[in-house]
């Protein structure tokens, strides 16, 4: 069973614009880490925000933020006033495992269009 | 201060042939990771070190792929031998060791795109 759902395929969204890109998640361990990175077209891939299991606030990062909902197990990107260099693939991850054993859990991404 | 240097950044070869992809982590970072990406199915964890240790080779295909980490600042991928369903962006990444109040974000490399004919 997949345990990081990113529902959305591609989206679109117009310049100016906020866009919100879902992501859910499976996992019984009480400690845990949600990740997003951004890989645009020429292949790199960039972190962009972490938010922690026991964070009481969710996180933001300039024009990035997390709508973090624990119970829903929902951790969804917000990004604010879209720039056409949003463009880009968006995966969400989780970390998971304690100690050295502490990897990430990958969804299959998002393809982001931003419009003019 | 320098990213995570993967070599080369494209090879392609034929079927058959062995292959090795090299990575150096950032200076300081303790965890070291091999990722395969493609279309079909996203990025895929391949093996992970810490300390130079493999920890974690379950992700690795089969016998064909070997990874190995002499020191803190070297490591190789090595597919031998090489066939076309191995085409695929692989990535190696690093990070620090994580802990309380440590975001552990791993820092990738900007890939090797192996293409196997």
């Known amino acids: 069973a997949q345990k990081i759902t990113q529902t959305q395929p591609g989206m679109f969204v117009q310049e100016k614009e906020a866009v919100t890109l879902d992501c859910t998640y499976d996992t019984s361990d009480p400690s845990y880490g949600l990740f997003w990175y951004k890989q645009p077209s020429s292949g790199e891939m960039i972190f962009l925000i972490y938010q922690g299991s026991y964070d009481q606030q969710n996180a933001t990062e300039g024009r990035y933020s997390l709508n973090f909902q624990k119970a829903r197990k929902s951790a969804n990107l917000v990004i604010s006033a879209s720039q056409l260099g949003d463009s880009a693939m968006y995966f969400c991850a989780m970390r998971e495992g304690t100690g050295n054993n502490r990897k990430l859990i990958w969804g299959l991404g998002t393809s982001l269009a931003v419009n003019p | 201060d320098a990213g995570v240097i993967q070599s080369p950044r494209h090879e392609v070869t034929e079927m058959g042939q062995e292959v090795t992809l090299r990575c150096k982590p950032i200076s300081g970072h303790d965890y070291l990771f091999w990722y395969r990406q493609t279309m079909m199915r996203g990025l895929e964890l391949l093996i992970y070190?810490?300390?130079?240790?493999?920890?974690?080779d379950s992700g690795m295909p089969e016998d064909r792929f070997s990874a190995k980490m002499p020191n803190a600042s070297f490591s190789t991928l090595k597919i031998q031998p090489s066939e076309p369903r191995d085409s695929a962006v692989y990535f190696c990444a690093s990070r620090k060791g994580g802990g309380p109040g440590i975001i552990d974000e791993q820092y990738f490399g900007p890939g090797t795109r192996l293409t196997v004919t």
């Open positions: 070190f810490n300390n130079n240790v493999p920890i974690d």
